[in-house]
């Protein structure tokens, strides 16, 4: 019973000294001195009345019953390490590696981690950005998300995860300043636009059956996060993937001042690795729950 287990600390020093046959080693294990070892084992052997080692002038041998304790001993201490190793490494390795691209992990991802770390407290979501398509031998990851399916690794498959479209947003107090009632208008407007979507106005253009808008004033930027935070600020308008603008249309930071132009885009896919921690699909059962929340402060047609 657990009320009859001697000293652990004794046991453990006992164990030690027995390992070795001998206390001054015991002691340097143990980083204790010979003494401290010699209180110990004399305890044990107080406690349960026998007498565990032969001493002599240089060396300790263990009597019988003192190998027969040390045998069972020595298993039971072994269990308790293994245990402890076990469980260490399992908390070590509760956490998902998500690897996103910057602007999905600021826009889409990061605002809505707080309900994840809720649902699973015990759970780390480590999100790591990168523009590179997907290949786990390159970027370790547990669960990567990109738009399209072009450039994956053969070792990561694919799924359709999230449905896009591309619209016109700006800061409410821009439209109030200048006007932005139909496309002739933007003709007024200071057009922002990112590296990595250099090509949306041209596009976007050609889905709304206008000209070319050549001798309108733009402003360029690295991610498209930080083309939205210049809208945000009343720098000009943007177009912008719905997928990043849930945050900034429900609080009333933007507003999209034409939502019947939406310019469909390619949908985000989501993989896991073949090594990923079991943990993964937790999170990618979280993702669709996200996605099938209902959408607020969408822009209507």
Not at 22 to 44: I, P, Q, T, W
Not at 260 to 266: A, I, K
Not at 277 to 282: E, I, P
């Amino acid at each position: 019973m657990i009320a009859n287990l001697p000293p652990l600390n004794a046991v453990r020093a006992f164990a030690a000294a027995a390992r070795h046959q001998s206390f001054s080693r015991a002691a340097e294990e143990l980083h204790v001195s010979h003494s401290a070892v010699s209180r110990h084992v004399k305890l044990l052997e107080e406690r349960l009345g026998v007498l565990l080692f032969e001493r002599r002038t240089r060396q300790s041998l263990l009597t019988p019953e003192g190998k027969a304790f040390y045998e069972q001993v020595s298993e039971a201490l072994t269990q308790i390490a293994n245990a402890a190793t076990a469980l260490t490494r399992s908390a070590a390795q509760r956490k998902v590696i998500i690897n996103v691209r910057p602007s999905f992990a600021v826009r889409w991802l990061i605002p809505r981690l707080p309900d994840f770390v809720a649902l699973h407290p015990d759970i780390k979501p480590e999100v790591v950005t990168s523009t590179r398509p997907p290949d786990p031998s390159r970027e370790p990851f547990d669960v990567v998300i990109r738009r399209g399916r072009a450039g994956w690794s053969a070792h990561v498959q694919p799924t359709a995860l999230l449905e896009d479209d591309l619209l016109l947003v700006s800061a409410p107090s821009l439209l109030q300043s200048v006007p932005l009632e139909n496309t002739h208008d933007l003709a007024r407007h200071t057009l922002l636009s990112g590296k990595t979507r250099s090509s949306d106005w041209q596009a976007w253009t050609v889905h709304a059956g206008i000209s070319p808008l050549h001798n309108s004033p733009t402003l360029q930027f690295d991610h498209m996060h930080l083309v939205l935070q210049a809208a945000v600020d009343g720098l000009g308008v943007a177009l912008c993937p719905a997928s990043l603008l849930s945050k900034d249309l429900s609080n009333g930071r933007l507003t999209c001042p034409l939502p019947s132009l939406r310019l469909p885009l390619s949908r985000y896919y989501y993989g896991v690795s073949r090594d990923a921690a079991v943990d993964a699909q937790f999170f990618v059962d979280w993702l669709f729950s996200q996605i099938r929340q209902p959408a607020t402060a969408q822009p209507k047609a």
